[in-house]
């Protein structure tokens, strides 16, 4: 089953950007975030979810390609379970259907939410009703029916995630200004046209011109670190000068076509960036939000910073609450 509703086509279109490069894993891997502590959290609560409610409805909130959803694999499910995942990209539940075809989707917008209330018995969400503003935070707390339970892991503004979304989009803007791509496409085009009889007065002009501009990378990676951004920079400066020492071994359009998808999905990689550093919900945001829980008979369960280990840091915000 797929229903479809946009009150925000822009936005649709952007995310839409962001995760058929996911997909394709170019510039960075699909599959959302999957830290062990997270997924313990949510297989945990699966687990007792479908024991507690048989036969229930359960959706999840802009879950993207289904990391959420990941951690149900394997579980018994009773016959009559409804699972459901939305989210305002056909792009990431065409995912979510590749790989967990027994889960409804629904394309909509967070902030207006084609279901009525209180009619889930669970209602999750990871990092990703943030996104859709103030009005999707109220928006997701009609769901659940009395009995029913809301459990949510939000972005920490000061937290490790926040720290590392920010220097990755640092790291990737600066990639994207360098324009290294698009002269390392120059490059290699003119170095294929010397394979092909040319002359290499041009390729050679074209590595002089690249030379300066790839070691910019040098210091983002030292800023930053190698793994910064999914290891793109790190993959990137490895693999251009190891197919310009090795130009004949590898396909003339498998390098171009790797080079023009990178120079597609970088820029729906930078701003999913800077959009996970502004959905940070501070300490005063946080506890408002379980105070307007609290207003609207909710039990609040549980609500925290998570911690993990080798980092003073948190992980994100937890919140589990039942519907009285």
């Not at 910019?216 to 000068?241: C, F, K, Q, W």
């Not at 729906?268 to 919900?281: E, F, I, L, T, W």
Request: proline share 4%; aromatic share 8%.
């Amino acid at each position: 089953m797929s229903d479809s509703i946009f009150d925000s086509p822009a936005r649709a279109n952007e995310w839409d950007r962001y995760w058929r490069g996911s997909s394709s894993a170019n510039a960075y891997s699909a599959g959302g975030s999957k830290h062990p502590v997270l997924q313990q959290f949510w297989r945990e609560l699966f687990m007792a979810s479908l024991s507690e409610y048989p036969q229930g409805r359960m959706i999840d909130l802009c879950g993207g390609s289904g990391a959420v959803l990941s951690a149900a694999e394997g579980l018994s499910v009773s016959e009559g379970t409804e699972l459901i995942s939305l989210d305002i990209s056909v792009s990431a539940l065409a995912l979510v259907v590749q790989n967990y075809p027994y889960v409804q989707t629904i394309a909509a917008d967070a902030a207006h939410i084609p279901l009525e209330s209180k009619t889930m018995d669970l209602v999750s969400s990871q990092f990703g009703i943030e996104y859709a503003g103030e009005q999707a935070m109220s928006e997701v707390a009609r769901l659940p029916r009395k009995g029913g339970k809301l459990a949510l892991v939000l972005h920490h503004s000061d937290g490790l995630i926040q720290q590392e979304c920010a220097s990755s989009a640092d790291a990737i803007q600066r990639l994207i200004d360098s324009d290294l791509i698009s002269m390392a496409l120059d490059m290699f085009e003119k170095g294929y046209s010397m394979l092909r009889g040319a002359g290499s007065d041009e390729f050679h002009s074209a590595a002089r011109a690249v030379n300066p501009v790839y070691r910019s990378l040098e210091p983002i990676m030292d800023e930053h670190g190698v793994h910064v951004a999914g290891e793109t920079i790190a993959t990137l400066y490895n693999r251009i000068a190891e197919i310009q020492k090795n130009l004949p071994r590898y396909e003339e359009t498998e390098v171009i076509g790797w080079l023009e998808a990178m120079a597609s999905e970088l820029p729906a990689y930078a701003d999913r960036m800077v959009a996970m550093c502004q959905s940070g919900q501070s300490p005063e945001q946080f506890k408002s939000f379980c105070a307007h829980l609290s207003q609207m008979n909710y039990r609040i369960q549980q609500a925290h910073p998570q911690q993990i280990a080798d980092t003073t840091l948190p992980l994100a915000w937890m919140l589990v609450a039942e519907r009285s």
